[in-house]
């Protein structure tokens, strides 16, 4: 972890100052933050996750901080890139479940607990509800910049590397069976279906899609 932390450092950033940089561009794209909880996992550093808004005036919204404290690996790579990338995921609810803190940290903990890189376009299982009574138990990451800017980083004058901008990736609860149907056909084919079929997927009662037997 030490030689982790000092590979990061080349790349003109401490990881808590990182964090404090997410936490303040979240609260001016999003408004205040209302709730917090902070998640530790063995083997990582510690994942908050932020709720921003109230289901009597929209979308309430749970972010991660503490995913882009260091950048991103490839697996298959000896070192870790300073300049590699760096992002926080994003769920949007139309009313407030906040058992899903502790499911939301679990994946944002993937990078450093299990070594493989967030992306848009990955499928996310966790095996459980997503939140206590959900139907749904993974999510489908969805591609950054539509509801939250990127947040450039720029280190110290001088720096070896130029840190990769933190990324905000939505994340679209999945139930089972829509996770399968991903799995064989793919992100763009289960998005193209739900927009078909009119799914509001901040939605935490919605339905399932409706999928033939031989889709699945």
């Not at 530790?40 to 995913?67: D, K, Q």
């Not at 803190?101 to 299982?125: H, M, S």
């Not at 089972?176 to 992100?187: I, M």
């Amino acid at each position: 972890m030490d030689g982790l932390a000092n590979l990061d450092g080349l790349g003109g950033l401490d990881g808590s100052e990182v964090l404090r940089r997410v936490e303040t561009h979240l609260i001016r794209e999003l408004g205040p933050e209302i709730g917090r909880a902070e998640i530790t996992f063995l083997g990582a550093e510690p994942i908050e996750v932020l709720r921003f808004g109230h289901p009597a005036r929209g979308i309430v919204r749970y972010a991660t901080l503490g995913m882009s404290r260091s950048p991103m690996s490839n697996p298959a790579a000896s070192m870790l890139d300073p300049a590699g990338p760096r992002a926080e995921l994003v769920l949007s609810l139309k009313d407030q479940r906040d058992s899903v803190a502790r499911r939301l940290a679990l994946l944002a903990a993937i990078p450093a607990v299990e070594g493989v890189p967030v992306v848009a376009g990955a499928g996310l299982d966790l095996g459980e509800p997503l939140w206590d009574g959900a139907r749904f138990t993974a999510v489908l990451v969805a591609e950054p910049g539509g509801l939250i800017p990127d947040l450039a980083l720029m280190g110290p004058a001088g720096s070896p590397a130029a840190p990769a901008p933190v990324c905000f990736l939505p994340v679209l609860p999945m139930t089972p069976q829509e996770s399968a149907f991903k799995r064989v056909h793919g992100a763009a084919e289960l998005q193209r279906r739900w927009l078909a079929a009119g799914t509001d997927l901040r939605d935490p009662t919605r339905p399932q899609l409706h999928l033939a037997a031989g889709d699945r």
